[in-house]
């Protein structure tokens, strides 16, 4: 029965996310900790772009953690905090950015680009049911004679 048991628990770890937070960083106060999670969860990783940095192990995620931690035990709220490191980093560093400003555009962009689409598509549909239908010419007597030669052979 143990072998089993360590049998599926090694089966299924590579499913097990894979969280690079190192013991020495872990807070103390549970709910500190619990916010500075929630937080690392919504920044992303400079080095890695894929991951946030909860789950990446490059240095510099590494060191976002670090800060994350160090800015919540000095009072920040964690807005407070995420301005803080858009500030030094850029809204690069943030998975979901404000839909204002200049970020505005992008978040248009793609479903205006769809709409466009559409729109062009459904004009290119109609032009083609409303277009007349080409008419066939018939074959020439030179070419009857020749193909009823090949059907022949």
Known sequence: MRALILSLALA???LAPALAVQPDEV??????????????????CPVCQAENIDESNA???RDLRLLVRERLVEGDSDQEVLDFVVARYGEYVLFKPD???TNLILWLAGPAMLLLGLGAA????????SAPE???AGLSEDER???????KE
């Open 122 to 129: 459904a004009v290119y549909l109609r032009g083609r049911k």
């Open 145 to 151: 004679k020749r193909l009823a030669e090949i059907l």
């Open 12 to 14: 299924l770890t590579p």
């Open 59 to 61: 240095e510099l995620s």
């Open 27 to 44: 807070l103390p106060d549970p709910a500190l900790e619990a916010r500075a999670r929630e937080l690392s969860k919504v920044l992303r």
């Open 99 to 101: 839909a204002s400003g």
């Open 134 to 136: 080409p008419t066939v």
